[in-house]
């Protein structure tokens, strides 16, 4: 079992910035790849960015390219998500997720993912 746990978020206002942070447990981190998704009201649950095990490799949604940055410390087990220039369409609950299933690609799949943190909201005002 990996358990998530994730932090920051919050209210920003469009342009600026948050950073959230998921901290896991459970499982060697470094086997894990992980992932950020978010969920807006009456939305499906989206991915937003992925990371390899080794941070060496990483993937975006389209909607997020160059505004967000995807990282991890594999020595703090933790994986951060930094974003910048933020829109009012970024509004969402944010969810860190782990793939616990040793495939090394950067899946964008939700049923993909076997682990998921409890969500944090972030709400960015015009």
């Known amino acids: 079992q990996v358990q998530l746990v994730e932090s920051g978020g919050g209210l920003a206002q469009a342009g600026g910035s948050l950073r959230l942070s998921c901290a896991a447990s459970?499982?060697?981190?470094?086997?894990?790849?992980m992932a950020w998704f978010r969920q807006a009201p009456g939305k499906e649950r989206e991915f937003v960015a992925g990371?390899?095990?080794?941070?060496?490799?990483?993937n975006y949604a389209d909607s997020v390219k160059g505004r967000f940055t995807i990282s991890r410390d594999n020595a703090k087990d933790t994986v951060d998500l930094q974003m910048n220039s933020l829109k009012p369409e970024d509004t969402a609950v944010y969810y860190c997720?782990?793939?616990?299933?040793?495939?090394?690609?950067?899946?964008?799949?939700?049923?993909?993912?076997?682990?998921w943190g409890q969500g944090t909201q972030v709400t960015v005002s015009t």
């Open positions: 990371i390899s095990w080794n941070g060496g490799s990483t």
């Open positions: 459970g499982r060697t981190f470094s086997t894990l790849i």
């Open positions: 997720a782990a793939d616990g299933s040793l495939f090394p690609g950067i899946v964008t799949m939700v049923r993909r993912y076997d682990y």
